[in-house]
């Protein structure tokens, strides 16, 4: 019974991912399963599976149930239909809408698959180490919580044997002290490949709530995607203006300021959190810049191009900027960086027009493997 119920389990498991594939697009372009997350699952909803439910016979048996009576007729209460409301009822059938629990670390995999994603290729530097024990062999002596009773009994019972003690018609073996093995562990070190990432984005007055929930979306789903690569991964968020400051999570996606831009403040900022908390040698570092194009000067966009190529660049796996488009902006910004770095592979740009633009810019972003 078990082990069919377990059949049945991994069954539905496999319909639901098949069901989240089918509909991964819309899921990222509605933004829906952000609200639905939880600390290491989120809830989605797959209206497409129905409900196993009981269904009645139909046997062209006239009347209300099995006596006399006609098509139509009240089982019980007012007959006359003065009383009460609500009596039009719907004929269609109801939407039966099922909410599972995925991991993020499924939904990653799906994302992976849905979108041909490669593994992340580790950088090899890292330093930080994990202490890991292995239980890799065996001892005659240990607490008795780690006792094997496989290598206990073979011991006991080879020892009556060679003793002539062991009976087949009554074959009952007893361990003594001498035949007791334990589990042994070993200490292991082990390297912990882990990365930052870094959030930079573009808070003056064009860029509205809308550009800002596209950001909301398109980091949702690279968290998940450099979560299941990394063991250890941590985000950091900067806004600017003309100005640029570190800030947690939630005012990141919620603050609009109405100055100007200067992107270079984003980029000394986030150049001095690496300095201070990410040595390259020890973490991955991906800093992700969200803007709508526009800068305060072509000499801070220089000025921008000389931080990446001389401060950024060498100590990140790759830099990814993203242009939400906007009424208000330029977009001039990604056609410089293009100019500058359309031949390095550690810089990818990528302009998003729209939430349905939002899953071809996440494989633009993730595809190379950086």
């Given at each position: 019974?078990?082990?069919?119920?377990?059949?049945?389990?991994?069954?539905?498991?496999?319909?639901?991912?098949?069901?989240?594939?089918?509909?991964?697009?819309?899921?990222?372009?509605?933004?829906?399963?952000?609200?639905?997350?939880?600390?290491?699952?989120?809830?989605?909803?797959?209206?497409?599976?129905?409900?196993?439910?009981?269904a009645?016979?139909?046997?062209q048996?006239?009347?209300?149930?099995?006596?006399?009576?006609?098509?139509?007729?009240?089982?019980?209460?007012?007959?006359?239909?003065?009383?009460?409301?609500?009596?039009?009822?719907?004929?269609?059938?109801?939407?039966?809408?099922?909410?599972?629990?995925?991991?993020?670390?499924?939904?990653?995999?799906?994302?992976?698959?849905?979108?041909?994603?490669p593994?992340?290729?580790?950088?090899g530097k890292?330093?930080?180490?994990?202490?890991?024990?292995?239980?890799t062999?065996?001892r005659?002596?240990?607490?008795?919580?780690?006792?094997?009773?496989?290598?206990?009994?073979?011991?006991a019972?080879?020892?009556?044997?060679a003793?002539?003690?062991?009976?087949p018609?009554?074959?009952v073996?007893?361990?003594?002290?001498?035949?007791k093995?334990?589990?042994?562990?070993?200490?292991e070190?082990?390297?912990?490949?882990?990365?930052?990432?870094?959030?930079?984005?573009?808070?003056?007055?064009s860029?509205?709530?809308?550009?800002?929930?596209?950001?909301?979306?398109?980091?949702?789903?690279?968290?998940?995607?450099?979560q299941?690569?990394y063991k250890?991964?941590?985000?950091?968020?900067?806004?600017?203006?003309?100005?640029?400051?570190?800030?947690?999570?939630?005012?990141?996606?919620?603050?609009?300021?109405?100055?100007g831009?200067?992107?270079?403040?984003?980029?000394?900022?986030?150049?001095?959190?690496?300095?201070?908390?990410?040595?390259?040698?020890?973490?991955?570092?991906?800093?992700?810049?969200?803007?709508d194009?526009?800068?305060?000067?072509?000499?801070?966009?220089?000025?921008?191009?000389?931080?990446?190529?001389?401060?950024?660049?060498?100590?990140?796996?790759m830099?990814a900027?993203?242009?939400?488009?906007?009424?208000?902006?330029s977009?001039?910004?990604?056609?410089?960086?293009?100019?500058?770095?359309?031949?390095?592979?550690?810089?990818v740009?990528?302009?998003?027009?729209?939430?349905?633009?939002?899953?071809?810019?996440?494989?633009?972003?993730?595809?190379?493997?950086?």
């Amino acid at each position: 019974m078990s082990l069919k119920i377990d059949q049945d389990h991994s069954r539905f498991r496999g319909i639901v991912r098949g069901k989240i594939r089918q509909n991964l697009r819309k899921y990222v372009s509605q933004g829906e399963l952000i609200g639905r997350k939880g600390k290491d699952v989120v809830s989605i909803p797959i209206p497409q599976i129905d409900i196993p439910h009981f269904a009645f016979g139909d046997r062209q048996r006239g009347g209300a149930g099995q006596g006399e009576g006609d098509a139509g007729d009240p089982i019980a209460g007012d007959q006359d239909g003065e009383e009460g409301e609500g009596r039009q009822a719907g004929s269609g059938a109801g939407e039966h809408v099922l909410e599972v629990d995925v991991t993020l670390e499924e939904l990653a995999s799906i994302l992976g698959e849905e979108l041909e994603l490669p593994d992340i290729q580790d950088k090899g530097k890292s330093k930080i180490i994990n202490a890991k024990d292995r239980y890799t062999s065996i001892r005659r002596v240990g607490p008795e919580s780690l006792r094997n009773f496989r290598r206990t009994y073979r011991e006991a019972l080879k020892r009556q044997i060679a003793m002539g003690t062991y009976a087949p018609g009554n074959p009952v073996v007893v361990p003594i002290p001498s035949d007791k093995r334990y589990r042994s562990w070993k200490t292991e070190a082990e390297p912990v490949a882990n990365a930052v990432i870094i959030y930079m984005m573009d808070v003056s007055g064009s860029m509205g709530d809308e550009q800002k929930e596209i950001v909301r979306i398109e980091s949702f789903w690279i968290d998940a995607w450099l979560q299941k690569q990394y063991k250890g991964l941590e985000s950091r968020y900067i806004i600017h203006d003309a100005v640029a400051r570190e800030v947690d999570r939630e005012t990141f996606f919620h603050t609009r300021e109405s100055g100007g831009t200067m992107i270079s403040s984003a980029y000394k900022l986030c150049s001095q959190l690496i300095d201070d908390h990410y040595p390259p040698e020890e973490w991955n570092i991906y800093p992700f810049h969200f803007s709508d194009g526009d800068n305060w000067s072509m000499d801070d966009t220089l000025l921008c191009v000389d931080l990446l190529r001389n401060k950024l660049l060498p100590r990140a796996n790759m830099f990814a900027y993203g242009q939400v488009e906007s009424p208000y902006g330029s977009g001039q910004f990604v056609k410089d960086l293009r100019e500058h770095f359309g031949k390095d592979d550690r810089v990818v740009t990528s302009e998003i027009r729209d939430k349905d633009a939002i899953i071809t810019s996440i494989k633009e972003f993730l595809g190379k493997g950086n």
